[in-house]
């Protein structure tokens, strides 16, 4: 059964077609990678796979579950957990608050304990610190976790997001492009950090333009234009595929391409 | 900041320090009075934060549920025979019942709709406490019976100068509670990024009805308390101004700060009584000093002085 399975699904906006019967199934453990050129429909797409946008037509199918439509914090609750291109940071909060949110699903929420401070909260709040900083510390945030969020350099931010997407301890982890506006070094971290979420079980999903990095980290590669599938396979698939090198990466696209997989 | 000095424990032993010390500065019986308005305004403060300081969402109308609580307490015991004190519980009901009510339409509203729906809603509660004179009053007001606790009638400025400031610990201590929780966590969360919040596993609306319900009850009580306290009521206590006037209370004193929301009710309730020495310029010198408060401490005061306190001690 596979992590993730899109079934012909497609989203108009006004008339404007985004996404156009889409379908592809990730399998459980992969790195699996969402390409095109700007405009084709990647961040729609992943924002009606976390319950943002409900699709037009077709399904979403979380480890064979038809969870279409359904809410993002309904999904969060199934395991799914993501992070954003345009950060979604909780800047009023510190960095290791920022993580601890992502542990709510893990914790006990009754709200009359809470407000008469039960013994069991002040215990949990303990514990939901620690793995916060567990988590900080993977994502090599440990010395920053009680600085304001503001605070952080923005590959740190690109990092926080992961650690409190892990928070959640979710099967999938879907991420928007993860090393934007990240200098090589930064990248790098990222995919080293990638490579060990999926070592841990997660299966991972991501949209990114940093083509090499790609190349070498995903399983299988879908291809997107104009919001139609254009192709998908592996990195040495696409690579390949005439209609890819076409209509997406160009002669200058190939060439970098070439020089990944070197 | 944490362990014995987290600023939960600090914030509740400077509230707690300030009620029980207070009264030996007092020079005369009527300080005991302004300041038991003092609590009651920052207690209804203190649950206003809960909802716009902590998750970020405006009500303009919160003094609707400031008057639910004021009028329970005089239609109650005057029309149906109920003890004062079991009032002030119906009206916390009620109030939390409407909140609740109201609350899943309107919290779906953002920022400016927000504030014009709320808006909308106190505005509707202050004329029906206008219009149905039968039970009101109507726009004179209405007396309310004092409290009383087995027989004994509980009247005048230093004993409700005591009981209010014990609700208002009480409060505090509450609130605090909350922000140091998952609940509390989460509000603040959705305050920047509700779709976050969401996929963090945050059911987004339904914290935003509960900090609106627990903001109602903080209201609707702080309303009983001043209804008591005065003898006497008038449906401007649940008015468009007084609205107003707890959110400048919350802003004033620094949005999501419990000691700010003190801090925020203290001055907008002395500070009128202050500057009545200047006469006319009562009113114009208010709106100065809180355009300069907001101006140089954009944070609110206390958030603001703790920032300056921090970067002058780094």
Known sequence: ???????????????????DGVSFSVEPGNIFSIIGPNGAGKTTLFN????????????????GEDVTGLEPHRLAAKGLARTFQNLQIFFRMSVVENVMVGRHLREARDLMKALFRFPSVGHQNRATREKARELLAFVGLADRADDAAGSLPYGGLRRLEIARALALEPRLLLLDEPA???????????????????????????????MRFVMRVSDRILVLDGGKKLAEGTADE???NPQVIAAYLGRYGSKEAARARS | MRGIFSKRRMTLLVLVALVAVLPLVFPSGYYYRVAALVWISALAAVGLNILMGYAGQVSLGHAGFFGVGAYAVAIGPARLGLASWICILLGAAASGGIAWLV?????????????IGTLGFGVLIALVLTSEAKWTGGPDGTSVARLAVANMRISGPTAWYWISGFVLVFGAWLALNLEDSP????????????????????????????AFVLAAVYASIAGSELALFD???????????????????????GMGSVLGSVVGAALLTTLPQLLTVFVEYEQALLGLIIMLAMIFLRLGIVPGVQRMLARSAS
């Open chain 1, 1 to 19: 059964m596979s992590a993730l399975a899109a079934e012909n699904v497609a989203i108009a906006f006004g008339g404007i077609v985004a996404v």
């Open chain 1, 180 to 210: 934007a506006g990240c200098n090589p070094v930064e990248t790098e971290a990222v995919e080293g950090l990638v490579r060990e979420i999926v070592r841990s079980g997660i299966t991972v999903v991501l949209v990114e333009h940093d």
């Open chain 2, 183 to 210: 609940a509390g966590r989460a509000l603040r969360a959705l305050h920047d990024s509700e779709i976050a919040a969401a996929l963090g596993g945050i059911d987004v609306a339904r914290h935003k009805l509960w």
């Open chain 1, 48 to 63: 009606i796979m976390s319950g943002i946008y409900r699709p037009g037509s077709g399904r979403i199918l979380l480890a």
């Open chain 2, 103 to 115: 609350g899943r339409p309107i919290l779906r509203l953002k920022g400016h709709y927000l504030a």
């Open chain 2, 231 to 253: 003898g006497f009521i008038t449906p401007d206590t649940a008015g468009f101004l007084h609205s107003i006037e707890l959110v400048a209370m919350v802003v004033l004193g």
């Open chain 1, 238 to 240: 696409v690579r390949r």
